[in-house]
C-alpha cells in the first residue's frame, strides 16, 4: 500500500505565548497518535511538531492512503437466546440480524464458541479500513478537541457555504481566530474542514518580512524550508528555541567580555512563543538605575517587557540588556531606540517606589499588618505576624533543649538568637506594604531585606527577613544563617499548621495555598542543616501560638510530612523499600534520615543482609501473635537447646557493639555488626521450637526473640528489605 509523509498545519491569530509550547505538542501528538491508532500511520512513524505565534502544525512520516482491511469477530448473543432447540435462529436472533442489514441467510455462517461458562455466536467480518480523509478528519477533530487551551474565544464566521448559511451568525469556540488550513500527503491535498475551513496547501509567512504571501506549499517534505526561505519564519518551536539561545549568547559576548544573558528558560520559551523569526540585539540604559536593587530591575525588564538583562562574571547587573526582535531591518538603531525609550519608564518606576519606601521604616509598617486580612478564619497579616513570632521563640527553645551540640551564630547564646528571630519575624511581612512589593508581589522578602539593611538593623536580621520564604521552590537555596532558619521554619509551620487545623488540606492536584511546597521546605531545612530537632516536639510546641482559632492537627499533619518526605527521598533516588525501613521507625529528628538510609543501603549490599531481613520479619509476625506483649528480658537458666544458647551468646556481644554505635550516630556501623548474627538465627530457627509446651520455655524463648528484634531494629525496620 502506498504511503507519503503528512503535513498538517493550522494557521490562526497570535496564539497565548505562554501555552504555545504546550499546544504545539499536544496538537502533534493527539493528531498522530489517532492516525496510528486508525492504522493510517505505523507505531514508527517519526513525529514532528511546529509551532509559531500564528500556527501549529506537525509532519508525520509513511502515512498511508488508505488504513488496511481489519478482520473483525462481533460477538452477537448467547446460543440459548440465539437458536431454538431444532438450531433454527429465533426471532431475537433474526431481529439483531436486521439491525446489522443481514438476514438469516447467513446464520450457517456463524460461529459457536465458548463465552464464559456457555457459548455464544459470533459473526465474522471484514472492517474497510479507513481512507486518509476520513481518518485525518477524525483526528483532527481529536487533536483539537484536547488542546490544553487555557481560554477559549467565541468568534463569528465571515463567510461560508450552504442554502442556511447566514453570515455572521455562526459562532466557533476556539483559542483563537483560524483562517487557514493545509492538509497535504505527499504532493496531494487531503480534503478535511474545522472551524469553517476547507483544507488547501496556502498559507502565510512573517506579516512584514515574507519574500512571498501567500506562501504555497508544494509537499509535506518542503513545509519548513519553504517558510523559512519564502516566509521568513522558522516553525519548529524547538529550532527557534535553539536560534535565540544561540543569537543571545553571541550578542553577550558582542556586548562585553564575560557578560551573560540572564537564565530563565520560562522567559525563554515564553520569547519563543512571541517571535516567528528571532533577531537579538543590544540595548543600554542609565547607569544611574543600578542604584536600585537588580532584582526589581531585572523582574521589570524580564515580566514587562521580555527582556534578557545581561549580567557580568559576577552576576551583577549591567546597564545593557538584550532584545530578542522579531522583525530584521538594515539599520536596528529605531528598534533599540524604541526599546530603550519603552524600559526607562518601567526603570524610573521601579527607582522611584525604591526612593519611596526608603522613606518608612519597616517597624513604622507594622501596625498597617492588622489591616490586611490573612485568611477569613485566621486573622490578618498582624494576627499572623505575631503567630511566627510565638513559634520562633518555640523553635529556638527546641533548639536549646537539644541534646545534640547546637552551635549558633550569635556569641553562642540561645537568648540572642531568639532576640534576633523575634525581630526578624515581627518584620519579615511588613514589606507586603510596601510600593515595590505591591508592584511586584514576587519580591516580597527580598525587597524587607534591602529596607531592613538600609534602616541598618541588626547583623543576620536582613538576611533573615530575606530568606524566611526560603525554599521557595524546588532546588532552591536554604536560608543562609540560624536566625534565618528559625524563622523560615516559623512561617512554614504557622501556615502548615494554621490551615490543617481550620481543614484546608490539599487534595488531589489542587494544593491552593502550596502546603506540600511548604512541608518540603521545612523538611529540606531540618534534615539539610541536621538540626536537633523533634518534629513532632517541634509542632506541639507551636500549636499553642493559635489559641482557640484551631484544632490541633498534630496527627494528621505528621501524617502529611511522612508521606512528603517519603515522596522526596523516592525521587532523590531511595528505593521504596529502603525508605519504607527508615521512616517505619518515625524518626523525630529528620536530621537523621540521609545517615539511616546510607546505613540501609550498605546494610543490604551485605551477603547476610536478605537472610537477616527475613528472619526479623519472621521474629515480628511470631511477637505480633503472642498473647501478651512480650518483654526483651532472657533467663539463662532456661536457655535448654544449643542453638538458643549459642544465639543468646552472639546476641550478648553483638547487641552492645551495635548500640554504643547507634548512640554515636554511626548507623553503618550499627547495622553491620549485625551480620555476625546471621548463623546463629539460622541455628535457631532450624532446631528450636518457639511455642512450646513448657509455658516458662516459651516465654524465655519470646523473650529472647523480643531482645534480637530490638537489637535489629534500632536504625530501620530490617524486615521491610524482605522480599
Given at each position: 500500500m502506498s504511503t507519503a509523509n503528512l503535513l498538517v498545519e493550522l494557521f490562526v491569530e497570535e496564539l497565548p505565548p505562554k501555552a504555545l509550547k504546550k499546544l504545539g505538542e499536544s496538537f502533534a501528538n493527539v493528531l498522530a497518535d489517532s492516525l496510528k491508532t486508525q492504522g493510517?500511520?505505523?507505531?514508527?512513524?517519526?513525529?514532528?511538531?511546529?509551532?509559531?505565534?500564528?500556527?501549529?502544525?506537525?509532519?508525520?512520516?509513511?502515512?498511508?492512503?488508505?488504513?488496511?482491511?481489519?478482520?473483525?469477530?462481533?460477538?452477537?448473543?448467547?446460543?440459548?437466546?440465539?437458536?431454538?432447540?431444532?438450531?433454527?435462529?429465533?426471532?431475537?436472533?433474526?431481529?439483531?440480524?436486521?439491525?446489522?442489514?443481514?438476514?438469516?441467510?447467513?446464520?450457517?455462517?456463524?460461529?459457536?464458541?465458548?463465552?464464559?461458562?456457555?457459548?455464544?455466536?459470533?459473526?465474522?467480518?471484514?472492517?474497510?479500513?479507513?481512507?486518509?480523509?476520513?481518518?485525518?478528519?477524525?483526528?483532527?477533530?481529536?487533536?483539537?478537541?484536547?488542546?490544553?487551551?487555557?481560554?477559549?474565544?467565541?468568534?463569528?464566521?465571515?463567510?461560508g457555504e450552504g442554502a442556511d448559511f447566514q453570515p455572521g451568525w455562526t459562532s466557533v469556540n476556539f483559542v483563537r481566530p483560524a483562517?487557514?488550513?493545509?492538509?497535504?500527503?505527499?504532493?496531494?491535498e487531503v480534503p478535511v474542514a474545522t472551524l469553517g475551513l476547507k483544507s488547501g496547501r496556502s498559507t502565510?509567512?512573517?506579516?512584514?518580512?515574507?519574500?512571498?504571501?501567500?506562501?504555497?506549499?508544494?509537499?509535506?517534505?518542503?513545509?519548513?524550508?519553504?517558510?523559512?526561505?519564502?516566509?521568513?519564519?522558522?516553525?519548529?518551536?524547538?529550532?527557534?528555541?535553539?536560534?535565540i539561545v544561540r543569537q543571545l549568547a553571541e550578542a553577550a559576548q558582542k556586548a562585553g567580555t564575560g557578560l551573560k544573558p540572564i537564565e530563565d528558560e520560562a522567559l525563554l520559551d515564553e520569547v519563543t512563543a512571541l517571535v516567528e523569526r528571532p533577531n537579538v540585539l543590544i540595548g543600554r540604559f542609565e547607569e544611574a538605575f543600578l542604584e536600585v536593587p537588580q532584582e526589581c530591575l531585572i523582574l521589570t525588564m524580564k515580566a514587562n517587557q521580555k527582556y534578557f538583562p545581561l549580567l557580568d562574571a559576577s552576576d551583577k547587573l549591567t546597564n545593557q540588556f538584550l532584545i530578542v526582535s522579531n522583525i530584521s531591518p538594515e539599520d536596528p538603531s529605531a528598534v533599540i531606540g524604541g526599546n530603550e525609550r519603552v524600559v526607562r519608564p518601567r526603570l524610573a518606576d521601579a527607582k522611584f517606589f525604591f526612593d519611596q519606601d526608603r522613606k518608612k521604616t519597616l517597624e513604622s509598617r507594622v501596625a498597617g499588618l492588622a489591616k490586611v486580612v490573612y485568611h477569613g478564619k485566621l486573622g490578618t497579616q498582624g494576627e499572623r505576624a505575631e503567630r511566627v513570632r510565638a513559634i520562633a521563640h518555640a523553635v529556638v527553645n527546641q533548639l536549646s533543649l537539644g541534646t545534640v551540640p547546637y552551635t549558633v551564630d550569635v556569641r553562642d547564646h540561645f537568648a540572642v538568637l531568639d532576640s534576633k528571630a523575634q525581630q526578624a519575624a515581627r518584620l519579615a511581612k511588613t514589606d507586603l506594604l510596601t510600593d515595590m512589593v505591591g508592584e511586584f508581589p514576587e519580591l516580597?522578602?527580598?525587597?524587607?531585606?534591602?529596607?531592613?539593611?538600609?534602616?541598618?538593623?541588626?547583623d543576620g536580621v536582613a538576611i533573615a527577613i530575606e530568606d524566611h520564604y526560603k525554599p521557595r521552590f524546588a532546588g532552591d537555596s536554604l536560608p543562609r544563617n540560624h536566625t534565618g532558619e528559625v524563622v523560615a521554619l516559623a512561617d512554614k509551620l504557622e501556615t502548615l499548621i494554621g490551615l490543617f487545623g481550620i481543614g484546608q488540606l490539599p487534595t488531589g492536584d489542587k494544593d491552593p495555598f502550596a502546603l506540600r511546597r511548604h512541608a518540603l521546605g521545612v523538611i529540606r531545612i531540618l534534615v539539610e542543616k541536621n538540626l536537633p530537632l523533634s518534629l513532632p516536639a517541634l509542632i506541639g510546641a507551636a500549636v499553642p501560638a493559635f489559641g482557640e482559632l484551631i484544632t490541633n492537627p498534630s496527627e494528621p499533619l505528621?501524617?502529611?510530612?511522612?508521606?512528603?518526605?517519603?515522596?522526596?527521598?523516592?525521587?532523590?533516588?531511595?528505593?521504596?523499600?529502603?525508605?519504607?525501613?527508615?521512616?517505619?521507625?518515625?524518626?523525630?529528628?529528620?536530621?537523621?534520615?540521609?545517615?539511616?538510609?546510607?546505613?540501609?543501603?550498605?546494610?543490604?549490599?551485605?551477603?547476610?543482609?536478605?537472610?537477616?531481613?527475613?528472619?526479623?520479619?519472621?521474629?515480628?509476625?511470631?511477637?505480633?501473635?503472642a498473647d501478651a506483649a512480650v518483654e526483651a528480658k532472657v533467663d539463662a537458666a532456661l536457655l535448654k537447646e544449643a542453638a538458643e544458647a549459642a544465639l543468646y551468646a552472639s546476641l550478648q556481644e553483638v547487641a552492645p557493639k551495635a548500640q554504643a554505635a547507634f548512640e554515636q550516630g554511626d548507623y553503618t556501623a550499627s547495622l553491620q555488626a549485625l551480620a555476625a548474627l546471621r548463623g546463629p538465627v539460622d541455628a535457631f530457627f532450624d532446631s528450636v521450637m518457639v511455642n512450646a509446651d513448657d509455658a516458662a520455655l516459651k516465654a524465655n524463648r519470646l523473650g529472647l526473640l523480643a531482645s534480637l528484634h530490638q537489637a535489629m531494629n534500632q536504625v530501620a525496620d530490617l524486615s521491610r528489605l524482605a522480599a
Open positions: 493510517l500511520a505505523p507505531a514508527a512513524a517519526v513525529v514532528t511538531p511546529f509551532a509559531s505565534p500564528r500556527r501549529l502544525a506537525v509532519h508525520v512520516t509513511d502515512v498511508a492512503a488508505k488504513a488496511e482491511d481489519q478482520a473483525v469477530q462481533q460477538k452477537l448473543m448467547p446460543v440459548s437466546v440465539a437458536l431454538d432447540a431444532q438450531g433454527n435462529a429465533t426471532p431475537a436472533l433474526v431481529k439483531k440480524l436486521a439491525s446489522m442489514g443481514l438476514d438469516a441467510t447467513v446464520v450457517p455462517q456463524l460461529k459457536r464458541l465458548p463465552d464464559g461458562k456457555a457459548e455464544a455466536l459470533f459473526l465474522d467480518s471484514i472492517k474497510a479500513g479507513a481512507t486518509l480523509s476520513e481518518g485525518l478528519q477524525k483526528a483532527l477533530d481529536e487533536a483539537l478537541s484536547k488542546l490544553p487551551i487555557p481560554k477559549v474565544m467565541t468568534y463569528q464566521l465571515e463567510q483562517h487557514g488550513l493545509v492538509a497535504l500527503h505527499g504532493l496531494q502565510q509567512g512573517h506579516r512584514f518580512e515574507a519574500r512571498v504571501n501567500p506562501v504555497i506549499i508544494t509537499t509535506a517534505d518542503t513545509y519548513a524550508d519553504q517558510l523559512r526561505h519564502e516566509g521568513a519564519v522558522i516553525a519548529s518551536f524547538a529550532e527557534r528555541r535553539a536560534e516580597q522578602g527580598i525587597m524587607g531585606g534591602y529596607y531592613a539593611r538600609h534602616e541598618g538593623l541588626r505528621l501524617a502529611f510530612f511522612s508521606d512528603r518526605l517519603a515522596v522526596s527521598l523516592r525521587e532523590q533516588g531511595y528505593s521504596a523499600q529502603e525508605v519504607d525501613a527508615v521512616l517505619a521507625l518515625q524518626p523525630e529528628r529528620l536530621g537523621e534520615v540521609p545517615r539511616r538510609l546510607a546505613a540501609v543501603r550498605a546494610f543490604a549490599a551485605l551477603p547476610e543482609a536478605a537472610a537477616l531481613a527475613a528472619a526479623n520479619k519472621r521474629v515480628g509476625n511470631i511477637l505480633k501473635k
